[in-house]
């Protein structure tokens, strides 16, 4: 892990409309957070926060992918969700409490992560209530989420979770590494243990899923790709219509 200098807050991901601080930096606020944040660089595999171990403030993932997971008593990783850039990974806090992480967080791929020192978060907060909001909305959000997947492992077979996954990559992808699948579609990449990690499965028993979905002909696969067909047709398999 290496850090250097303050954060590029004017063109940050964070900054998109639909991400936390979109509001915070569009109305000119932008020079606060800038002069108040490190840029800390992880190489793939390495820990950005380790579940259990106090949190120094307030980190907003910038570049790559990191991975939220919890470990049992037995060591087991259970994955929570894979974070993108522009999302908070750790430390919503306020009134100057500390806690300890009650999750792990792990750099997926090479990542480049925002970090304001837990003193400077609390004077942020003071000084800018629209970052205060802007991180309620971050946690109410994660909540939401939290009782969706719950209720999910609750109520949903494999199959159907996988086609819930599917519909929000889908729904929610904007260009990047997806792209135009032909025809229209869309298409996903998502390595086969990644996806079993969010399902919350073994891996063949996503594999088993992915094949039963491919064979209502909704979706294809291209190697570790996966191609949207009909994605209205996806959503009545995802109960979502």
Known sequence: MRSRGSARCSNCPAALPGRPFHFVLRDGQVEPLASCSLLRQFRAGEFILREGEPVDGLY????????IFLSDEEGREHTVRYAHPGEVVGGCQFNGVRRSSCYSVLAASDCEVCHFPAGIHDDLLARCPDLARALLHVMADLLDESYVRLRELATTNCRQRLARLLVRLAEGQRGGDGGDGGGGGMVIRLHRQRMADILGVTKETAVRALSSL????????????????????????????
């Open 60 to 67: 907003v993932l910038r570049e790559g992918t990191a991975r």
């Open 214 to 241: 491919k064979a209502t002909g909704v979706v294809e696969t291209r190697g570790q790709a996966i191609a949207i067909r009909d994605l209205p047709a996806l959503r009545r398999l995802a109960g979502l219509n």
